[in-house]
């Protein structure tokens, strides 16, 4: 325990209440009884009941340097009391110092930036300027994917549980993830399958589409799909056939970005593959409302059309922003994400043994992931273990999410500035809420 104490009296009841009758129930939040958070520092948060938990999950893995973190925090107190809005129609240093900051550690020649407040709106101005400079409008992305919430996002989104309407946008596609634990051309999948998920990419475009794609879009890592790593060479095949049509690859780092895989500073980079279009948000400001598209010069310059992002490049979100990578870059994120992901993935390698229902462990760096199966060998998902284990971990203080098509995936993303204690913590925590669904 580290003394966390609540700041207000907070009426658990009340709000509960209130978000039933004031709120749209169509974003439920988790667990049978849900939490209600009033505050956190670091890696943990507390909530109106006085209760402390470990956050492994990080809002999603957005508060990428913990909750709090006294450098933001003093940043954004700084800004708010100089300059706390001014639209797209002025310049503002922050705006600029932060496009710098982003074309500093980009991959490649990456280095023209469109900010907007999320990553939905990120991934909107992608894939619009990649027609924009294409003169094309079909848009290829991968199944099992998540792309926000907006028309054309859950369009692209290809898990049904995210699409609330019938598709109505034409011209996107969507084509095979490259899901190694269930790959449906060998397993284990290895190399050999590459060309095989290569041969579907390109099969779709040469019979679903005019043959004249505008771009490619995948995530480097599925975040909502499960965690799903691509086995090595994917994306330099994808980009290869994408290219070879005429198209763009649009990089999604919503997730993987700013040191969270390890190692890298961008999920991508693990595979050498320069993106022509890469779209961030969550850790790019610890928790403040940022999106970002990246692009190179030609293509930025092929949107001719006026346009406004009201709050995009706003001064306060900017200077949380500036203050993050202040952070990220001394505290070297991307190494840290290394070490301690190894500490973690060693951890949960050793709950998997314990289990026959865990079926595979993954992911990279501080991005891990539990896949939860009935039987191993069959792999029928199971969605009754996934909830049982978010319940379990709730009642162990820890806070996980859940993903993949069938809800059977946990997934885990703490902050990258965790200690090597929290990760043992976190780690032991998790041990006793697996002994607690072991024995149900």
């Given at each position: 325990?580290?003394?966390?104490?609540?700041?207000?009296?907070?009426?658990?009841?009340?709000?509960?209440?209130?978000?039933?009758?004031?709120?749209?129930?169509c974003?439920?939040?988790?667990?049978?009884?849900?939490?209600?958070?009033?505050?956190?520092?670091?890696?943990?948060?507390?909530d109106?009941?006085?209760?402390?938990?470990?956050?492994?999950?990080?809002?999603?893995?957005?508060?990428?340097?913990?909750?709090?973190?006294?450098?933001?925090?003093?940043?954004?107190?700084?800004?708010?009391?100089?300059?706390?809005?001014?639209?797209?129609?002025?310049?503002?240093?922050?705006?600029?110092?932060?496009?710098?900051?982003?074309?500093?550690?980009?991959?490649?020649?990456?280095?023209?930036?469109?900010?907007?407040?999320?990553?939905?709106?990120?991934?909107?101005?992608?894939?619009?300027?990649?027609?924009?400079?294409?003169?094309?409008?079909?848009?290829?992305?991968?199944r099992?994917?998540?792309?926000?919430?907006?028309?054309?996002?859950?369009?692209?989104?290809?898990?049904?549980?995210?699409?609330?309407?019938?598709?109505?946008?034409?011209?996107?596609k969507?084509?095979?993830?490259?899901?190694?634990?269930?790959?449906?051309f060998?397993?284990?999948?290895?190399?050999?399958?590459?060309?095989?998920?290569?041969?579907?990419?390109?099969d779709?475009?040469?019979?679903?589409?005019?043959?004249?794609?505008?771009?490619?879009?995948?995530?480097?890592?599925?975040?909502?799909?499960?965690?799903?790593?691509?086995?090595?060479?994917?994306?330099?095949?994808?980009?290869?056939?994408?290219?070879?049509?005429?198209?763009?690859?649009?990089?999604?780092?919503?997730?993987?970005?700013?040191?969270?895989?390890?190692?890298?500073?961008?999920?991508?980079?693990?595979?050498?593959?320069?993106?022509?279009?890469?779209?961030?948000?969550k850790?790019?400001a610890?928790?403040?409302?940022?999106?970002?598209?990246?692009?190179?010069?030609?293509?930025?310059?092929?949107?001719?059309?006026?346009?406004?992002?009201?709050?995009?490049?706003?001064?306060?979100?900017?200077?949380?922003?500036?203050?993050?990578?202040d952070?990220?870059?001394?505290?070297?994120?991307?190494?840290?994400?290394?070490v301690?992901?190894?500490?973690?993935?060693r951890?949960?390698?050793?709950?998997?043994?314990?289990?026959?229902?865990?079926?595979?462990v993954?992911?990279?760096?501080?991005?891990?992931?539990?896949?939860?199966?009935?039987?191993?060998?069959?792999?029928?998902?199971?969605?009754?273990?996934?909830?049982l284990?978010?319940?379990?971990?709730?009642?162990?203080?820890?806070?996980?999410?859940?993903?993949?098509?069938?809800g059977?995936?946990?997934?885990?993303?703490?902050?990258?500035?965790?200690?090597?204690?929290?990760?043992?913590?976190?780690?032991?925590?998790?041990?006793?809420?697996?002994?607690?669904v072991?024995a149900?």
């Amino acid at each position: 325990m580290t003394g966390l104490k609540a700041s207000t009296a907070t009426d658990t009841a009340a709000v509960k209440a209130g978000f039933r009758e004031y709120l749209f129930p169509c974003a439920p939040p988790y667990y049978a009884d849900p939490l209600v958070l009033v505050e956190g520092h670091g890696a943990r948060v507390i909530d109106s009941e006085g209760d402390e938990f470990l956050d492994f999950f990080s809002g999603i893995l957005t508060t990428a340097l913990g909750h709090c973190h006294p450098e933001v925090v003093e940043r954004v107190r700084e800004q708010l009391g100089t300059l706390g809005h001014i639209s797209t129609l002025y310049l503002g240093e922050n705006q600029v110092e932060m496009a710098k900051r982003l074309a500093a550690i980009a991959p490649g020649k990456l280095s023209r930036s469109f900010f907007t407040n999320s990553g939905t709106e990120a991934v909107e101005t992608a894939v619009m300027v990649a027609c924009m400079y294409t003169g094309r409008s079909e848009v290829i992305a991968l199944r099992h994917g998540y792309s926000g919430r907006s028309m054309l996002a859950t369009n692209l989104t290809a898990h049904a549980a995210w699409r609330p309407l019938p598709s109505s946008i034409p011209g996107i596609k969507h084509v095979m993830a490259p899901y190694p634990y269930r790959c449906p051309f060998k397993s284990p999948c290895d190399e050999s399958c590459i060309d095989k998920f290569g041969d579907d990419l390109e099969d779709a475009i040469q019979t679903t589409t005019s043959g004249k794609p505008a771009a490619f879009m995948a995530e480097t890592i599925q975040g909502v799909g499960g965690y799903v790593v691509p086995p090595p060479g994917y994306f330099q095949r994808a980009a290869e056939i994408i290219h070879s049509y005429g198209g763009l690859f649009i990089c999604d780092e919503v997730q993987a970005g700013f040191g969270r895989t390890g190692g890298k500073w961008f999920g991508i980079e693990h595979w050498d593959v320069e993106p022509d279009i890469m779209v961030m948000a969550k850790a790019i400001a610890n928790g403040f409302p940022l999106g970002a598209t990246i692009t190179r010069d030609e293509i930025a310059e092929a949107w001719t059309a006026k346009t406004i992002s009201t709050f995009g490049g706003n001064p306060v979100a900017m200077a949380a922003g500036i203050a993050t990578n202040d952070v990220m870059v001394r505290e070297d994120t991307p190494g840290r994400s290394a070490v301690r992901g190894e500490q973690f993935r060693r951890g949960l390698e050793a709950l998997q043994q314990e289990h026959a229902w865990i079926g595979e462990v993954r992911g990279m760096g501080l991005m891990q992931a539990l896949e939860l199966v009935e039987d191993p060998q069959t792999k029928e998902p199971s969605t009754k273990k996934g909830k049982l284990l978010l319940e379990a971990t709730k009642e162990e203080g820890l806070l996980l999410g859940v993903g993949g098509l069938h809800g059977n995936v946990i997934r885990m993303g703490p902050s990258m500035l965790i200690s090597e204690d929290e990760i043992a913590e976190g780690l032991e925590r998790l041990g006793r809420a697996c002994a607690r669904v072991a024995a149900a």
